[in-house]
């Protein structure tokens, strides 16, 4: 199997987006390992006056804990799927949050432009042509001193991490997923992974990317070795 990419990928997460939020629920702390990573970004107070990019942001729990880190901070929430978007925009959200349609690759097309403080991504780089133009771009919308957060499966490199994921996925995930007329998506939610940069590895393509201050952190529970955060900065003054 390939992977999805571009408009098939698009597609297949419109079709799934009825379904998604009822499966990450099921997921042990899907939404909790979230906010652990927006915390991670170390960003100030609760957030005002900043204005924080969360790019890929599905159905809006990547957006959800965002605003409950930081609730006074402007957050404009972009995607390619706009089956997974109307869900997100759907749901309650106080002022200050916003969604725009758009592929991580064409933000400037659909108008989302910078200086942000911050960019968070969760889930996203595995699912992009070209991560590394994706992160370069990224760098360029952050102000000087701006904190990139990104929050994604990458294995550590260890067998028995590898032989969790693969376990998790086969045996509940893509079963589920079936059920729902998702499997496709599913099988290449796996196999995305799998074919994905190490943490080492990713790690070391943000530094490329121009970002200094890179930190790798894991998350705890089932996903130890298998979800980390990344933390780190466009070099410059912190306005």
């Not at 969360?54 to 965002?66: E, F, H, K």
Request: a positive charge.
């Amino acid at each position: 199997m390939t992977l999805l990419r571009d408009e098939d990928l698009a597609a297949a997460f419109d079709h799934a987006a009825r379904g998604y939020d009822a499966l990450v629920a099921v997921n042990p702390g899907y939404h909790a390992h979230l906010r652990r990573s927006v915390r991670r970004l170390g960003l100030p107070g609760y957030g005002e006056g900043l204005r924080l990019l969360d790019l890929g942001c599905g159905t809006g729990a990547s957006t959800a804990a965002l605003r409950s880190a930081l609730p006074g901070a402007h957050i404009t929430a972009v995607d390619a799927s706009a089956g997974m978007l109307e869900r997100a925009a759907a749901k309650p959200w106080a002022q200050g949050v916003s969604f725009v349609h758009a592929p991580a690759e064409r933000l400037a097309e659909a108008g989302v432009t910078g200086p942000f403080d911050a960019v968070f991504a969760a889930y996203l780089f595995r699912n992009v042509a070209d991560p590394d133009a994706v992160l370069t771009s990224v760098r360029d919308l952050l102000a000087p001193g701006g904190r990139l957060g990104v929050h994604e499966y990458t294995l550590s490199g260890r067998r028995a991490d590898r032989a969790v994921w693969t376990l998790v996925c086969r045996g509940i995930v893509q079963p589920a997923a079936t059920v729902l007329g998702d499997g496709e998506l599913y099988r290449h939610l796996w196999r995305s992974v799998v074919r994905f940069d190490s943490a080492d590895r990713f790690a070391d393509r943000v530094g490329s990317a121009g970002f200094d201050r890179v930190r790798t952190l894991p998350l705890p529970g089932w996903q130890t070795g298998i979800t980390h955060t990344f933390v780190a900065r466009r070099p410059g003054t912190t306005a």
